[in-house]
Structures are given as structure tokens and as C-alpha cells.
């Protein structure tokens, strides 16, 4: 502990850090900041009803957003639209090849892959706060036209959301960390606090079923030590990586000598982190949106919007998460040009020919580790999951997501903070 404080102590000392480590916190309290400033022309109460009939979607906004959804904020519809923009693009890019070309332009090419992910976010920021007005045109303010309060909510939510991703963008610039990850980090943390009552129930139910404040604290400790577990679990997956032994040949270069020393080539376990659960989720969130979003009462919407009692519903989730896990490796991970690489600067695995036999090595070993990837993500999310649908506790569907990002980001910045400050010959965390 002393140790983590003399870190933060140096990091602090360091101007640039320090300037970082502040304007990264200022932008947060702007967020929450955002998330407590209402729309106008809306009547909250009566969209507060109307959320309740949203189920897991809702839910799911509202932790996403930092209670702001719930709350009818104008960063209600939070980071949704930019999430959901970025993995349209990623899609695309794979299927077209323009958009791979641009993508390996360098920074020319990922700075007009960026405009272009903005006005996709903008078009479905749109999208969406258009359904969510004309769902909620009842509430609307009666003291003003209905064709005007609805250009109000409808430019509030777009704008709210267009604002938060502009304070991710910002981050991603002059911070520390990924804005975007830090900004569903700092929503799902603010709402930790609201499980202090579910806990609290649990507690009150246990002792009333054996009647002994003994067994209720000992089920309280049991659910605790449940996410402490998952979490010990995710740091350690997280962490983890499989090492490929790499010899360099000797090169004679005038009078000196290169190569020849051996290293290896880390391939993380976890190399797509939580973008198979989030993209899975929302593919699954595609059927219960359209029901909200309508507004329809029919069987098939009633269907949809309480998917998630389904149990069928917990094996496509399985099935996709898998679906995404080889996919995103596919897109992201390249064993061809990995070997080219290590043949041109003199590179070979042990007991591999260069060339196709060692992109074959790669390829087969990361499909390996994309096996217990899927397996891994599928434990850490499914299990809370059914656990809520067994004791129909409210939210702990999201609880194993919740814990990769909070995990992810968190090691994500620990990792940069120590960076900068081995840079400058400090020690870090991990020392």
C-alpha cells in the first residue's frame, strides 16, 4: 500500500502526468456532471414509468449512461450511439475493402475512419432520439407545442450524446486512458452504490428463511466472496498471455554483431478483452429495442422484451459470444504478417520453418487460446447472470460485463500510468 502511494506521489510530480491524471478527472466530473441535468420540455415522471417497461434494455441504458437514462438526463442515451457506431465500422471495414485500404493508410486513414464513425454516430443518435420522443410524446411538456417539445428532447438526447463522445475523444487526446472505456467505467462505478440495498434485501430475506443472523451474514459473505472470485479471476485471464520462444540469427553489420539473442512473441489470452460480450449483447438487444422503441404490446414484442427469462436466450448468448471471439481475432489478429516480420529482421520460432509453416504455428496457437477465451468470457458473464434469474435479483445480468470493464480499464490505466513513469525512472505498481 505504501509503495501504490509513492507511485501516485511521483506520478504527481511529473508535470505532464500530473496534467494529464487532472484533466482526465475534470472530464469525468463534467460527465457526472451532464448526467444530473434534465431535459427540458419532458415530464420525468411520467418517462420514468414509461422506462420501467424497457426491462433489461432499459437496465442495460441505464448503467451504460450512469443512472442518466433512468433519470431522463441529456447524456440519457450516454455512449449507446458511438458504441454502436464503432461496431458498425468494424464490420464494415472488414467486409469492405475501401474501408481496409483507408484503414491501413496510417493516420491519415484513421483520422477519416474517425469522421466517418462520427456521423454514423450521429445518424443513429438521431435514430434513436427520434423513437424515444415519439415513444414518450405523452410526457412531453403541455406548456408548449407538441411539434416543438419534440424538437427539443430530440436535439437534447442527440446532442447529449454527441457531447459525451466528444469528452471521450478529448480524453483519448490529453488524458490518461481510453475515453470511451473510461466513460462506461465512471457510469458502472457510480452505480455501484445502488447494490448496497439488494445486498441489504438479500440479508433480510436469508435471515428470514433460517430465522439465524448468522446464516444471512454467512449467505452475504458467500455472494461477496462470489464477485471477488470473478474478479481475482479476470485479473489474472487479463494478465495472462502465451509465449512463443523467438531466436534472432546473427547478422554482421561492418565491425558489429546483431541478433542472436532469444525473446518471444506474447499472445494475450484475452486479446479482444469485453468487445465479443458488448458486441453480442447488442446484437441480442436488437429485437427488445424495436419492441420498446414501437411501442407494440403483442405477443412477439411481449417475447422480446422478456427474452432474457428465456432460457434459450442465455445459449445464443453463448453461441454468439464464441461467434465474435474468432471473429474479432480474425479482423485484429494477422499470423501472416506476424511471420513476415520475423523472417525479414532474421527471426524464427524454435523447430519452425520461416514462412508458412510458422504463420500456420501462430494461427494455430491463437485459434487454441481463442477457445479458452470464449470459455472464459461465457463463465464470467453467464454465471451472474443465471444467478440473477435464479433469485430474479435486479441488474446482476450485467454483473460479470461489468467486472471486464472495471477490470480492463482499471489494468489499462495502471499499465499506462507505468509507462510514463518508467520513462522517467520511477517505479511503478507492478515493481
Given at each position: 500500500m505504501g509503495e501504490m502511494f509513492q507511485t501516485l506521489r511521483n506520478a504527481f510530480r511529473i508535470e505532464d502526468i500530473r496534467k494529464k491524471v487532472l484533466f482526465t478527472l475534470a472530464m469525468i466530473l463534467i460527465f457526472r456532471?451532464?448526467?444530473?441535468?434534465?431535459?427540458?420540455?419532458?415530464?420525468?415522471?411520467?418517462?420514468?414509468?414509461?422506462?420501467?417497461?424497457?426491462?433489461?434494455?432499459?437496465?442495460?441504458?441505464?448503467?451504460?449512461?450512469?443512472?442518466?437514462?433512468?433519470?431522463?438526463?441529456?447524456?440519457?442515451?450516454?455512449?449507446?450511439?458511438?458504441i454502436n457506431s464503432s461496431i458498425i465500422m468494424q464490420l464494415l471495414t472488414f467486409a469492405i475493402p475501401a474501408l481496409e485500404r483507408m484503414q491501413k493508410e496510417g493516420e491519415a486513414g484513421q483520422e477519416k475512419i474517425k469522421k466517418i464513425t462520427r456521423l454514423v454516430t450521429l445518424g443513429i443518435a438521431l435514430v434513436m432520439s427520434t423513437s424515444y420522443a415519439f415513444l414518450t410524446r405523452e410526457a412531453a411538456s403541455s406548456g408548449m407545442p407538441r411539434f416543438l417539445s419534440l424538437a427539443v428532447v430530440i436535439m437534447s438526447f442527440t446532442g447529449g450524446a454527441m457531447f459525451?463522445?466528444?469528452?471521450?475523444?478529448?480524453?483519448?487526446?490529453?488524458?490518461?486512458?481510453?475515453?470511451?472505456?473510461?466513460?462506461?467505467?465512471?457510469?458502472?462505478?457510480?452505480?455501484?452504490?445502488?447494490?448496497?440495498?439488494?445486498?441489504?434485501?438479500?440479508?433480510?430475506?436469508?435471515?428470514?428463511?433460517?430465522?439465524?443472523?448468522?446464516?444471512?451474514?454467512?449467505?452475504?459473505?458467500?455472494?461477496?466472496?462470489?464477485?471477488?472470485?470473478?474478479v481475482t479471476l479476470v485479473v489474472y485471464i487479463q494478465s495472462a498471455e502465451r509465449r512463443i520462444p523467438i531466436q534472432y540469427a546473427k547478422r554482421v553489420v561492418g565491425r558489429k554483431v546483431y541478433g542472436g539473442q532469444g525473446t518471444y512473441l506474447p499472445i494475450k489470452v484475452n486479446q479482444s478483452g469485453v468487445l465479443p460480450v458488448i458486441f453480442a449483447m447488442s446484437l441480442l438487444m436488437v429485437?427488445?429495442?424495436?419492441?420498446?422503441?414501437?411501442?407494440?404490446?403483442?405477443?412477439?414484442?411481449?417475447?422480446?422484451?422478456?427474452?432474457?427469462?428465456?432460457?434459450?436466450?442465455?445459449?445464443?448468448?453463448?453461441?454468439?459470444?464464441?461467434?465474435?471471439?474468432?471473429?474479432?481475432?480474425?479482423?485484429?489478429?494477422?499470423p501472416i504478417d506476424i511471420a513476415n516480420?520475423?523472417?525479414?529482421?532474421?527471426?524464427?520460432?524454435?523447430?519452425?520453418?520461416?514462412?508458412?509453416?510458422?504463420?500456420?504455428?501462430?494461427?494455430?496457437?491463437?485459434?487454441?487460446?481463442?477457445?479458452?477465451?470464449?470459455?472464459?468470457?461465457?463463465?464470467?458473464?453467464?454465471?451472474?447472470?443465471?444467478?440473477?434469474?435464479?433469485?430474479?435479483?435486479?441488474?446482476?445480468?450485467?454483473?460479470?460485463?461489468?467486472?471486464?470493464?472495471?477490470?480492463?480499464?482499471?489494468?489499462?490505466?495502471v499499465n499506462q500510468l507505468e509507462a510514463q513513469l518508467l520513462m522517467r525512472h520511477y517505479k511503478g505498481f507492478l515493481d
Open positions: 456532471l451532464g448526467t444530473a441535468m434534465p431535459v427540458p420540455a419532458i415530464d420525468t415522471a411520467s418517462f420514468t414509468e414509461l422506462f420501467s417497461r424497457f426491462g433489461q434494455l432499459g437496465q442495460f441504458l441505464d448503467i451504460i449512461s450512469g443512472g442518466a437514462f433512468k433519470s431522463v438526463s441529456i447524456l440519457a442515451l450516454g455512449i449507446s450511439p458511438y459525451v463522445m466528444w469528452l471521450g475523444e478529448l480524453i483519448d487526446e490529453k488524458g490518461i486512458g481510453n475515453g470511451i472505456s473510461l466513460i462506461i467505467f465512471t457510469g458502472i462505478v457510480s452505480r455501484l452504490p445502488s447494490y448496497i440495498p439488494l445486498i441489504y434485501s438479500y440479508f433480510q430475506g436469508w435471515r428470514v428463511i433460517g430465522g439465524s443472523i448468522l446464516l444471512a451474514l454467512l449467505g452475504v459473505v458467500l455472494v461477496v466472496a462470489f464477485f471477488v472470485g470473478m429485437g427488445p429495442t424495436i419492441a420498446s422503441l414501437t411501442g407494440s404490446t403483442g405477443k412477439v414484442a411481449t417475447w422480446f422484451l422478456t427474452l432474457n427469462q428465456n432460457p434459450l436466450y442465455y445459449l445464443f448468448y453463448a453461441l454468439l459470444i464464441l461467434a465474435f471471439v474468432f471473429f474479432y481475432s480474425t479482423i485484429s489478429f494477422n516480420n520475423l523472417q525479414k529482421n532474421g527471426g524464427y520460432i524454435l523447430g519452425i520453418r520461416p514462412g508458412r509453416p510458422t504463420s500456420d504455428f501462430i494461427g494455430k496457437t491463437a485459434r487454441r487460446l481463442n477457445w479458452f477465451e470464449a470459455l472464459f468470457l461465457m463463465v464470467i458473464v453467464l454465471l451472474p447472470s443465471l444467478f440473477g434469474l435464479i433469485t430474479k435479483a435486479e441488474g446482476v445480468w450485467f454483473g460479470g460485463t461489468a467486472v471486464i470493464i472495471l477490470v480492463g480499464v482499471s489494468m489499462d490505466i
